[in-house]
């Protein structure tokens, strides 16, 4: 067969991985070929590819990013979109594509899959709320490069005293907040999931540094809010950004440096952020990644070998099974709340 690969949406480590393992098992189980489009969905409407190799893959499983590039580009922002992904597969003998991305790529894969294009998609994102699946990989690197930021975060506050709010990934889901949080024994975290009371925020800090400690570790989702008032309109004012992506997401980012003024104004405790942005989403990937990533490149080929169109592949109870790409975009995976309110909520304060 002639498999098409492309990775979509943002960037997150383990993409190579999947490709190399998309190559290598296509070539030596079933003698398959292997055409990766650049850019993702912008390479199939702009026909624009290379030819995989088991020699381009050669070394690529630590590398970030991933060797294709990605983009945001969404089909279905133009009427012909739809023909012309057609066209192209049809111009290139494509049967069948494995297209590796989030909500967005996963949604523009399931839409194509009405029109006749035979995929099988494959989960990823840093942020963890694909939903169909446990895990996303890029999540485990994401929490990792996270809780090390905060180890570091955590000795320069204790030398100044202050409230080191650290700002993370997170647009509608806290994942990377609640695990990095936890991990790296944070005072507070505040997730998308529940709007935050910031005047309850404050009593606790005050308390905390009424006692023993003298520094905290503020931990917060790019996409948390305070709950509905003056405090959520100040802060969506100070982080409202005109920019939208093709899928119509506006940009974020600013709710952690909103939040460090407002708690070093109502506190009168030093406080600083850090926004650990794009970093959280570079470099190579955790061992975890890289073997879920394999497996997942490993099962996308043999969907793809049964005709399993339609399909995602998916991580449950330790398995790997196929769940409907249907099922995994209908919805965002929010964070679990028995995880966020009776575990990491233990410690917090
Ligand atoms: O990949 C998901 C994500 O990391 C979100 O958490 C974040 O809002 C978004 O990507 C930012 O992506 P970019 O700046 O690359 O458009």
Not at 77 to 104: C, F, H, N, Y
Not at 191 to 201: G, M, N, Q, R, S
Not at 250 to 258: E, F, N, Q, T, V
Request: one cysteine or more; glycine letters at 14%; hydrophobic letters at 45%.
């Amino acid at each position: 067969m002639r498999i098409g690969i492309l990775t979509g949406g943002g960037d997150c480590p383990g993409l190579n991985a999947v490709i190399r393992a998309v190559v290598l098992t296509g070539e030596s189980l079933h003698g398959d070929e292997s055409i990766g489009f650049l850019d993702g969905w912008k390479g199939v409407l702009q026909n624009t590819a290379e030819a995989l190799s088991v020699e381009r893959c050669r070394d690529i499983m630590p590398i970030g990013g991933t060797i294709l590039g990605t983009s945001r580009t969404n089909p279905f922002a133009t009427e012909d979109g739809p023909q012309m992904v057609l066209s192209t597969l049809a111009a290139r003998g494509i049967d069948a594509l494995v297209a590796i991305g989030g909500e967005d790529t996963l949604g523009v894969a399931n839409r194509l899959g009405a029109h006749g294009v035979p995929i099988v998609g494959v989960p990823k994102t840093i942020d963890n709320d694909l939903a169909g699946t446990e895990v996303t990989f890029g999540f485990d690197t994401a929490v990792q490069i996270a809780t090390d930021a905060i180890d570091r975060l955590r000795t320069t506050a204790e030398s100044h005293h202050r409230v080191i709010v650290c700002e993370v990934m997170g647009r509608h889901a806290g994942w990377i907040a609640t695990h990095a949080g936890m991990a790296g024994g944070a005072a507070e975290i505040l997730v998308p999931e529940v709007p935050f009371d910031l005047e309850a925020v404050c009593e606790r800090l005050t308390r905390r540094h009424a006692g023993n400690q003298f520094s905290s570790i503020v931990v917060i989702s790019e996409g948390a809010v305070p709950v509905a008032g003056a405090d959520a309109e100040s802060a969506q004012r100070a982080r409202a950004s005109s920019s939208v992506d093709p899928f119509g997401h506006a940009r974020l980012g600013g709710i952690g440096s909103w939040l460090a003024d407002e708690l070093e104004r109502r506190t009168g405790f030093e406080a600083r952020v850090t926004t650990l942005g794009h970093v959280q989403r570079g470099g190579t990937p955790t061992a975890f990644d890289r073997v879920l990533a394999t497996r997942f490149g490993v099962a996308a080929v043999a969907g793809v070998h049964d005709g399993a169109f339609g399909t995602m592949v998916a991580l449950r109870c330790g398995e790997i099974v196929r769940v409907p790409i249907a099922v995994a975009v209908a919805e965002v995976k929010t964070v679990d709340l028995a995880l966020y309110r009776d575990v990491a909520g233990v410690f917090l304060g």
